[in-house]
């Protein structure tokens, strides 16, 4: 059993968490992944245009092995990663030992090992909110945010092409239309980027989408991706291999003050379009 001490001696369980399929039991291929996703820095300008971190306390949670707390410290004043899972709590130890204002808990979304009103920014990237039943996670943001606050969630786009495909014939009950439903109930704006995963090799896109989607779906998924890049004359040695992949940047400011029933905020100055919903693409270029 896993627990997790903090204020008040909460405890969690082995139980409360959710394995994670592809970096918990592969990650060195999924450091392969992190390197290859939005190499445009797509997903960074929106999140910084969102909720800009500089000179900010960070919490990152689902931060697996840290991949992204380097980026945070470079211009915030504190970073904290939390991570449930064990081994890479201690891979994100060793990432960021030389860092300076960074530290990585062990913890869950559910039960954050960090005191009320203790951070500026939460940002969470593929990690436990996914929609529907994430209600205890949005309530911890809640918690340990301060007021006036960002909780930004950047999740995968399952009604873009072609990576949402992949996704829906693995997941044949997931509905992107609900999600977005239940993320603009919340208080959430939206913004769609689309991003850029970019490849050297056909190995290393194989080794990644293999432990992203069940056989059958890798198999044709791969096929789709060497296919496209072929017939667009784009591949060469050099030149590897590209796939455009949709996020959802989602963003919900917590408020400075009263707020009446019925009623968001965004920020001091703004009650209107929390659940808006506008759209970036960006166009492949070469790596």
């Known amino acids: 059993m896993w627990k997790i001490a903090r204020r008040g001696q909460r405890t969690t369980s082995r139980a409360d968490v959710l394995p994670s399929p592809n970096i918990w039991y592969y990650p060195d291929t999924y450091e392969l992944e992190n390197r290859a996703q939005d190499v445009g820095g797509d997903i960074w300008r929106v999140l910084a245009a969102e909720c800009d971190w500089a000179g900010k306390d960070v919490l990152d949670v689902g931060c697996g092995d840290g991949f992204h707390l380097p980026h945070f410290a470079a211009t ?5 990663g939390v991570e449930p899972h064990e081994p890479l709590v201690r891979r994100a130890e060793r990432r960021v030992a030389e ?34 039943g994430c209600e205890p996670g949005l309530r911890e943001a809640d918690r340990v945010l301060r007021p006036g606050g960002a909780l930004a969630i ?3 786009d399952g009604s873009s092409e072609p990576y949402g495909r992949w996704m829906r014939a693995d997941l044949p009950d997931y509905d992107p239309a609900a999600v977005d439903d239940f993320f603009a109930a919340q208080g959430f704006r939206c913004r769609r980027v689309t991003a850029r ?38 591949h060469s040695p050099a030149a590897g291999f590209t796939v455009p992949v949709g996020y959802r940047v989602l963003v919900r400011i917590k408020p400075t003050g009263l707020v009446l029933p019925g009623h968001s905020v965004t920020s001091e100055s703004s009650v209107s379009s929390v659940s808006s919903e506008s759209s970036v693409s960006i166009s492949p270029s070469t790596a």
């Open 76 to 80: 915030a004043r504190s970073v904290t």
């Open 99 to 132: 860092l300076s204002g960074v530290r990585v808990l062990r913890g869950s979304a559910q039960l954050l090992p960090v005191p009320d009103a203790s951070a500026d920014v939460l940002h969470a990237r593929t990690a436990y909110f996914f929609g529907p």
């Open 154 to 156: 950047v999740d995968l």
């Open 197 to 234: 995963w970019w490849f050297p090799d056909a190995e290393s896109l194989s080794a990644v989408l293999r432990i992203e989607f069940s056989p059958g779906v890798a198999d044709r998924a791969i096929e789709e991706v060497l296919r496209d890049n072929g017939s667009r004359g784009r």
